[in-house]
């Protein structure tokens, strides 16, 4: 049993992997660079927050506001543009 728990807890930490390049590509943004600060396990109470989001093998990175409602969804895609301007 000593063992078994052993080995899980082995492959749990070799399974986990902390890819920080699929961030990296959307810092070339102008819109994320300026307030751009990396996540470090902070409460985020009643700020706005970009998240990484994939759709459909692609990646955008999304406007969160968990205490207003935003206008209109923005998500931007990997060329910086954002997709639901129009």
């Known amino acids: 049993m000593k063992h078994l728990i ?4 082995m492959l749990s930490m070799l399974s986990c ?17 300026e307030n751009y600060k ?5 409460e ?3 700020q706005l927050h970009y998240v990484l989001t994939e759709y459909d093998g692609q990646q955008f990175i999304e ?3 968990h205490c207003a409602d935003l ?3 923005y ?3 990997e060329d ?3 997709i639901c301007e129009t």
């Open 75 to 77: 998500v931007i895609n």
């Open 38 to 42: 990396s996540y470090d396990g902070q």
């Open 44 to 46: 985020i109470d009643c």
């Open 6 to 9: 052993l080995l899980f807890s």
């Open 80 to 82: 910086c543009q954002d």
């Open 71 to 73: 206008t209109r969804p």
């Open 63 to 65: 406007l969160i506001a």
């Open 17 to 33: 992997s902390n890819d920080d390049n699929s961030t990296d590509l959307f810092l070339n943004c102008d819109e994320i660079i």
